[in-house]
C-alpha cells in the first residue's frame, strides 16, 4: 500500500499563489506518473496537471501559464505551485500517483479562491 499526504491548501485571494505538496510513503515501488486532479462542488474531477519521472508533463489548458508541477524523485514528493489564480480554481485538489500499475488518490486538500 502507498499512502499520498497532501499539504498546502487555503484560502486566498484572486490573483494570488498557492502551493501544494505531496508526499508517497509506504511500499513503494517505482511511482512513474504523478499528478494533481480537482474536483469542484457539483462537478466531476478533473485533471489538472502530472509529471512522469522522467519529467514529462501534462496539464490541463486551463492552468498552462499558471501552474508548474515539480517532483523530487529521492523525496517521492510532488509539488504544485500555482500562481494567478482565480475563483474558477477553487476545488478539491486530489494527490494522484501510479505505483508500479496500481493508482493511488490523496484523501484531498481544499483550495478557495475569493474574487
Known amino acids: 500500500q502507498v499512502q499520498l499526504v497532501e499539504s498546502g491548501g487555503g484560502l486566498v485571494q484572486s490573483g494570488g499563489s498557492l502551493r501544494l505538496s505531496c508526499a508517497a510513503a509506504?511500499?513503494?515501488?517505482?511511482?512513474?506518473?504523478m499528478g494533481w486532479y480537482r474536483q469542484a462542488p457539483g462537478k466531476q474531477r478533473e485533471l489538472v496537471t502530472t509529471?512522469?519521472?522522467?519529467?514529462?508533463?501534462n496539464s490541463a489548458d486551463s492552468v498552462k501559464g499558471r501552474f508548474t508541477i515539480s517532483r523530487d524523485n529521492a523525496k517521492n514528493t510532488v509539488y504544485l505551485q500555482m500562481n494567478n489564480l482565480k475563483p474558477e480554481d477553487t476545488a478539491v485538489y486530489y494527490c494522484?500517483?501510479?505505483?508500479?500499475?496500481?493508482?493511488?488518490w490523496g484523501q484531498g486538500t481544499q483550495v478557495t479562491v475569493s474574487s
Open positions: 494522484h500517483a501510479v505505483n508500479g500499475g496500481v493508482t493511488y
Open positions: 509506504g511500499r513503494i515501488f517505482n511511482i512513474y506518473l
Open positions: 509529471i512522469t519521472r522522467g519529467g514529462s508533463t
